[in-house]
């Protein structure tokens, strides 16, 4: 014999009592009507992409399978604004304040070079090993930090930068902490003049998959090995990142690659048009 356990309340008589068993047997029947039914519609759906799937054309499967995920795994220098010179050395730039400490604190190391465009509000730019560069990566990491400065917000066409080695920047000044996301450079500087603000977006071949890439205009894509296969040039405008990554989705033939208007709102510095 089964034994069901019922809880009564003691303030209320055995007719309110039964009600209220009645309700919650009324409300758990509705609750497992409910489940069955979101159960059904699942099992429908599954069914259905899986009839979808099936239907697909061999050139359709190939071309999803080509979509790119911005959730995919990265390396530690492309939470920052990134990218590889042409002769391959890394550069990275913070995106904000609190980065441009974080490059200077954890990646500024013994052989780099810091960039900084000679503005009021630029990123820190560091060229990884850059001691060791030839003059070109030394040019697209100039204009690598005068695209991302103030001069770009500006609409500036050129600007000037420098750079210097890790000796030469620090965070206090004498004896005073230097505010969030400022240095101070001592030493003689190297500067690039009136460097053009000028950047690369484009789809990049990659181990056969087509990505989105960034890069300073001034790239020696001549003598990489990197396969750009279409690009646009940009320079500060005055059409919005929205609807200018929206433009530029178009003119690359973008469709295909996922969230792409996402990813290269991420890699405009600010309003920009074709150049």
């Known amino acids: 014999m089964t034994f069901m356990k019922i809880e009564l309340d003691a303030s209320k008589t055995?007719?309110?009592?039964?009600?209220?068993?009645?309700?919650?047997?009324?409300?758990?029947?509705?609750?497992?009507?409910?489940?069955?039914?979101?159960?059904?519609?699942?099992?429908?759906?599954?069914?259905?992409?899986?009839?979808?799937?099936?239907?697909?054309?061999?050139?359709?499967?190939?071309?999803q399978k080509k979509r790119i995920r911005i959730l995919e795994h990265k390396e530690w220098y492309q939470k920052f604004q990134s990218f590889h010179t042409s002769e391959g050395k890394?550069?990275?730039?913070?995106?904000?304040?609190?980065?441009?400490?974080?490059?200077?604190?954890?990646?500024?190391?013994?052989?780099d070079l810091f960039f900084h465009a000679d503005v009021h509000g630029a990123s820190a730019v560091i060229l990884k090993k850059g001691t060791?560069?030839?003059?070109?990566?030394?040019?697209?990491?100039?204009?690598?930090?005068?695209?991302?400065?103030?001069?770009?917000?500006?609409?500036?066409?050129?600007?000037?930068?420098?750079?210097?080695?890790?000796?030469?920047?620090?965070k206090y000044s004498h004896g005073e902490y230097v505010p969030k996301g400022g240095f101070m450079i001592r030493g003689e500087k190297k500067y690039f003049k009136n460097t053009e603000l000028k950047l690369i977006i484009g789809i990049e071949r990659i181990n056969n998959v087509e990505k989105l890439t960034y890069l300073p205009a001034s790239f020696d894509l001549m003598h990489s090995p990197r396969h750009v296969l279409r690009k646009v040039i940009l320079q500060p405008g005055e059409t919005e990142k929205k609807q200018m990554a929206s433009q530029i989705?178009?003119?690359?033939?973008?469709?295909?690659?996922?969230?792409?208007?996402?990813?290269?709102?991420?890699?405009l510095p600010g309003n920009c048009e074709f150049a």
Not at 93 to 107: I, P, T, V
Not at 249 to 267: N, R, T, Y
């Open 132 to 170: 060791q560069a030839n003059e070109q990566s030394l040019k697209e990491a100039a204009q690598f930090s005068v695209i991302y400065s103030s001069a770009w917000k500006g609409m500036l066409k050129v600007a000037n930068t420098y750079y210097v080695d890790k000796d030469h920047v620090e």
């Open 14 to 63: 055995a007719n309110e009592n039964a009600q209220a068993q009645f309700q919650k047997a009324k409300e758990a029947k509705e609750k497992k009507a409910n489940l069955e039914n979101e159960i059904s519609e699942k099992k429908k759906q599954l069914q259905e992409e899986e009839k979808s799937q099936k239907s697909l054309s061999k050139e359709e499967k190939e071309i």
């Open 90 to 111: 890394i550069v990275i730039a913070g995106r904000d304040a609190q980065q441009n400490d974080q490059l200077f604190s954890k990646h500024l190391e013994e052989g």
């Open 249 to 267: 989705v178009k003119k690359l033939g973008a469709e295909e690659i996922e969230l792409a208007e996402e990813q290269i709102i991420q890699m």
